[in-house]
């Protein structure tokens, strides 16, 4: 497949996106770090229509870091106007698919659309099998489009980066990532990360129940992006799962109530707190005003109940804040 054949299956790709699905984001800037949810729901994709599975924007003078690649990432990227061939880094909060099930494939999909450049792949132990076992099995493709298109080896281009304590990952003239252990059992390995550019302080939750040490990390940071759950809506989800006792168990062990939430951005001192990776993400009944009541009960700060694509705005409340 030639070039000119390449390029017409990216535009056609883009073509094909829901209509005003480009609007939601600006195009990129070469100054200035700007927020972009993904994907806003916890959890597997299952057959949802609704929100799509977790993963972040952070847009840092024009380059593109993402945090967590669940499925639909890579079509994410490109409704947010993110040419997947511009994709230099990608850091996972922990290995649960919803995180992690697109990270061989977003190297993959820019590297298919014409990328030669590097890769930096940023996560806890287990990262590197995930990537060499995702090169393995794409063994033949890769090969065929090597010999046959003149394509570089993606397995050359791709670097990871294992890291198992909190510390410093990334550090250039440009931003520095730290990642925060944070209490997602029964996974020890799982972690936040704080985004630290000329203009902006970010940090995201991953996946948490109440951690006090990540109101440590998000101290004074201008946005904390945390994950959210609804017990209603949950107790909801598990009568119509029917014998759910373990899942019940594990739910409400492993992830934050809005109250949790808005403790943690009151104790870091945030500017704005964005509740996202919403459990459960696919109930149209629970209004914004229900996520967000348990937060503002302790956060008196901008609040902005997520949404996928929005660009969260340093300047003025979002859209579907509370």
Known sequence: MGPNRRQFLIGAAALALPPGARTTVRAPESTGTRLVLLGTKGGPALASHGRANPGTLIWIDGTPHVVDCGYGTSRQLISAGVPLNTVRSLFITHHHSDHNLEVGAIAYNGWAAGSSGRVDVYGPPGLERMVQAFFEYMKFDIETRIEDEGRPDL?????????????????????????????????????????????????????????????EVAKGADVLVHEVLYRPGV?????????????????????????????IAAR???????????????????TDAQWAEGA??????????????????????????A
Do not use: C, W
Not at 194 to 207: A, Q, T, Y
Not at 254 to 262: C, F, I, N, R
């Open 268 to 286: 870091a001192g945030v500017s704005t707190l964005v509740l996202s990776h919403f459990v459960p993400g696919d109930d149209p009944s629970i």
């Open 235 to 263: 107790e909801a989800l598990l009568r119509r799962v029917g014998d759910a006792t373990r899942l019940r168990e594990h739910l409400l062990a492993s992830h934050s109530l809005p109250e949790d939430a808005g403790r």
């Open 296 to 321: 503002r009960a302790h956060f008196q700060g901008r609040i902005i109940v997520g949404r996928d694509l929005m660009e969260i705005s340093p300047e003025a409340r979002a859209q579907g804040s």
């Open 155 to 215: 397995r050359r281009l791709v670097f990871v980066h294992e890291f198992d304590k909190p510390g410093i990952v990334l550090q250039t003239r440009d931003v520095k990532v730290t990642a925060a252990l944070v209490r997602h059992p029964p996974i020890r390995q799982a972690y936040a990360y704080r985004f630290d550019s000329k203009d902006r302080s970010i940090v995201l939750s991953g996946d948490t129940t109440y951690a006090p040490e990540l109101a």
